[in-house]
């Protein structure tokens, strides 16, 4: 079947893409520094992991109200605005190491958290200013950014780490800062014409009415189960490893490669997705995460982790892109601030419950326990795509 030419999409989708490269090297590089500076700063050291978990709770809290204002104000304005978050939450991180205030620090995770509920619309931003054809692709180019971060965010936090003296980490957070105004550069050059138009929250269909459509149920449930099941197994497996005896540079050999299979698979997925359909993608997403759990049960050696890491990161692109698309064939454009917020709020708080659930079930139930505990999940999955095959067979979803 033929395809596009890359060159067809707008000069927006990529600088959207690197908005997103942006965005998430300043949060791998949370994750890499957060817990230590947590553990630096916080007298009670069982607290030590509350910052990533405020910056979880943040991004779910503020989806909604991010979404109704970038539809009241625009996508160009209301980005730009929205990277002073990350701006003034590096000045605050860099501030609570230097004074080595825990809660100030907790602050500073908070304002990374409300500005990833903003980024976290470049994927849509990117599906609403090209054609029906062509959402797959321009959502798949956006999330290809995050390859980059799986080498920037890591790189950043260990570069910076010292570059401040009796302070360390806070020169990392210095690099936040620099991230969040060049992105303010970036979004200066971006358009959203053509088929992006601007429309009031309260416009067409009640939500209701959107939400009872089967592939809206479906594009959530892929898009939600998939991030939390990830957001889950991802959390708890450097602590698995630990405790099984893994060496840390084993460890962060692992998560850099699920990195990777989170979003190296970016470069292609779309146009799976045009080539076989959204159904068949989510359908391998979904197999994925049958491998991943089979690689976990059957043993904890460095192997068994690597498959499994890498297995659960394919799958979850799968899913997160998959769901994604199969969403934007459920709203009008006069709806999708509304559907896209809804679906949003719903994804993130299944990541923050997962967040903050793993490392407590790992400690009371083991690893084996954990892993077993997602299957129904992962079911739920396999479930939803049966009774969408089941509701509308063969059925091509209309041109928006």
Not at 39 to 56: G, N
Not at 165 to 191: K, N
Not at 198 to 222: M, S
Request: some cysteine; charged content about 10%; aromatic content about 12%.
């Amino acid at each position: 079947m033929p395809t596009s030419s890359p060159a067809r999409l707008p000069s927006t989708v990529y600088l959207l893409a690197l908005c997103q490269a942006l965005m998430m090297s300043s949060n791998t590089l949370m994750v890499t520094a957060a817990g230590l500076v947590g553990f630096a700063l916080a007298d009670d050291k069982s607290l030590s992991t509350l910052p990533m978990a405020l910056q979880f709770l943040a991004t779910m809290l503020t989806t909604i109200p991010a979404a109704m204002l970038l539809a009241r104000i625009g996508r160009k304005t209301g980005f730009m605005l929205a990277t002073l978050l990350p701006v003034a939450g590096g000045v605050l991180a860099v501030a609570a190491i230097r004074a080595h205030e825990f809660w100030w620090f907790c602050g500073a995770a908070l304002l990374f958290g409300m500005f990833n509920a903003f980024g976290s619309y470049y994927r849509f931003a990117a599906a609403d200013i090209v054609a029906t054809d062509d959402k797959a692709r321009a959502i798949s180019w956006v999330m290809v950014g995050g390859v980059i971060s799986a080498f920037v965010g890591p790189n950043l936090a260990n570069l910076g780490q010292n570059l401040i003296e009796g302070a360390r980490f806070a020169g990392s957070f210095v690099f936040v800062i620099g991230m969040g105004v060049l992105s303010v550069g970036v979004l200066s050059f971006t358009h959203y014409t053509g088929h992006n138009v601007e429309h009031p929250t309260e416009a067409g269909r009640r939500l209701p009415e959107i939400a009872a459509q089967p592939r809206f149920v479906v594009a959530v449930i892929c898009a939600m189960l998939g991030y939390g099941v990830m957001s889950y197994l991802m959390t708890a497996t450097p602590l698995a490893m630990d405790h099984h005896h893994h060496h840390f540079s084993d460890t962060a050999f692992v998560i850099q490669w699920h990195v990777l299979g989170m979003f190296a698979p970016s470069f292609f997925t779309g146009r799976l997705i045009k080539r076989f359909g959204v159904e068949r993608i989510l359908w391998a997403g979904a197999l994925l995460f049958v491998g991943t759990l089979i690689a976990n049960l059957l043993g904890t050696s460095f192997w068994h982790f690597w498959t499994a890491l890498f297995l659960l990161g394919v799958g979850w692109n799968f899913l997160f892109i998959g769901g994604t698309t199969l969403l934007t064939q459920t709203y009008r454009p006069e709806e999708r601030a509304k559907t896209q917020a809804l679906n949003d709020f719903l994804v993130f708080s299944a990541t923050t419950l997962a967040s903050l659930s793993a490392g407590a079930m790992l400690h009371a139930n083991g690893w084996w326990w954990v892993n077993v505990g997602v299957i129904p999940l992962v079911a739920v999955i396999v479930v939803s795509l049966l009774w969408l095959s089941m509701k509308q067979p063969r059925q091509n979803p209309a041109p928006m």
